[in-house]
């Protein structure tokens, strides 16, 4: 016959070894079963350090990166939509040109120039201020760089009406229209870049932009007057010339 004692009662469960005072025989248990000899609160720490390595990567809004990761995302951003209008651009310059050419030939190609005189420069500047000068307006912070960044793209679209006055001329417009939207698309979003990465780099306003930025809004502001005065002056020599042919 077997000695109870050392076999113990039917159902009796083992005894668990215990520590020198009586509790969990390992750190992992007394940490909560995972091992771990600080218990919940390193786990809760980890979480805390793996979130904070997270919301470094994707920023405080949860899917914008931040600081200068998010700075470099807008620059290619521009970058990207500055080709994307210059295609686009490019295309209806070049369709107008050939355009009003080939119309020319039954008489209604300067009528058509006239028109596109106005409608492909409004096309273009959408174009820009949509896709290129908003998103750089969004990403700036500084009130100064924002009024460049409105003011000095609005001077260079303002000089390059001369070129789209071009428009009602045959064939000639065919190199015209084309090199001054590519020449305008590419300043723009040259500036645009230039200003953004200045912005990302903490680069404030040099006091010289600021008499530049006068000097670009009054030269484009003379320039616009210039062309309105030829414009009417163009308007009364047709009207004189016409005037001269059929005599009332």
């Known amino acids: 016959m077997s000695d109870p004692s050392a076999t113990g009662t039917a159902g009796s469960a083992v005894p668990r070894p215990t520590g020198p005072t009586g509790g969990a025989a390992n750190a992992g248990e007394a940490g909560g079963g995972n091992g771990d000899p600080e218990g919940p609160a390193s786990g809760s720490g980890a979480r805390e350090n793996a979130g904070s390595r997270s919301s470094h990567r994707t920023g405080p809004t949860g899917g914008r990166p931040s600081g200068s ?137 040099h006091r010289r932009e600021r008499w530049l930025l006068i000097t670009v809004v009054a030269l484009a502001l003379a320039l616009a007057g210039l062309l309105v005065l030829t414009a009417v002056f163009i308007g009364w020599s047709i009207h004189h010339a016409l005037g001269a042919l059929f005599p009332d």
Not at 86 to 110: C, I, Q
Not at 121 to 146: E, M, N, Q, Y
């Open 69 to 205: 990761d998010g700075a470099g995302s807008t620059i290619l951003h521009v970058q990207r939509n500055t080709r994307r209008v210059l295609w686009r651009a490019l295309a209806a310059a070049v369709g107008s040109a050939l355009l009003v050419s080939a119309l020319a030939v039954v008489g209604v190609g300067a009528l058509l120039g006239l028109a596109v005189v106005v409608v492909l420069p409004a096309f273009v500047g959408l174009l820009l201020r949509i896709g290129v000068v908003g998103v750089a307006l969004r990403a700036t912070r500084s009130p100064l760089r924002k009024l460049l960044l409105r003011w000095v793209p609005r001077s260079m679209f303002i000089v390059s009406l001369w070129g789209f006055a071009q428009a009602p001329v045959p064939l000639w417009n065919a190199v015209a229209l084309p090199v001054t939207t590519a020449m305008l698309v590419l300043a723009v979003g040259h500036y645009c870049r230039w200003q953004l990465e200045r912005e990302a780099k903490g680069i404030p306003v």
